[in-house]
């Protein structure tokens, strides 16, 4: 990976979070909190994702700014998500493919906000759908893998698993 990169990450993500553990997060939270900020930050539908994860972060008594970072990290994904995500749904709703590419997507954002989401109303919906049933099971995976690995970083920076 290209050193700008992995220092970027390592300064924005990485080091925030393990200053959350420093702070008395308890690694599981931590690792729910990111579990929530990699899935709601991957969320198909643009403009959403910040208020969703404060919504859910509010309702669970999650860590906003670990959250937060986390989904605003993904915007990357966000949008190259998009198309799979429209194809996934078209797939479980059994209905033909639209001719969508990020580049259209970004031309009909460019015309205004409003007159895209009209046009590609049914690939959001379809979008939507796939997200709203993969989620679930994508923060549960994250949260499984992610919980031992903040185990061990509290350990490693000298707080114990709690």
């Known amino acids: 990976m290209n050193t700008r990169v992995t220092n970027w990450l390592r300064r924005r993500i ?5 200053a959350l553990l420093r702070e008395g ?9 990111v579990a929530v900020g990699v899935v709601v930050g991957n969320i198909p539908i643009l403009g959403i994702s910040t208020i969703l994860c404060a919504a859910i972060a509010v309702a669970f008594r999650l860590n906003l700014p670990a959250i937060q970072l986390v989904q605003a990290a ?3 994904t ?3 998500l998009i198309i799979p995500f429209v194809r996934l749904g078209e797939w479980i709703l ?11 997507g970004l031309a009909l954002l460019a015309r205004g906000a409003g007159h895209a989401i009209v046009v ?16 679930p099971f994508a923060v549960y ?14 350990r490693k920076i000298g707080r114990t698993h709690g």
């Open 74 to 76: 993904m915007a990357p």
């Open 14 to 18: 990485l080091e925030p979070l393990l």
């Open 141 to 154: 995976v994250f949260y499984k893998l992610l919980t031992p690995v903040f185990a061990r970083a509290a």
């Open 25 to 33: 997060v308890s690694p599981d939270r931590l690792a729910l909190c």
């Open 94 to 104: 059994r209905v033909p493919a639209q001719p969508l590419s990020i580049k259209e």
């Open 120 to 135: 590609l109303w049914d690939a959001i919906l379809h979008a939507g759908l796939a997200w709203i049933m993969v989620a």
């Open 78 to 80: 966000q949008v190259l």
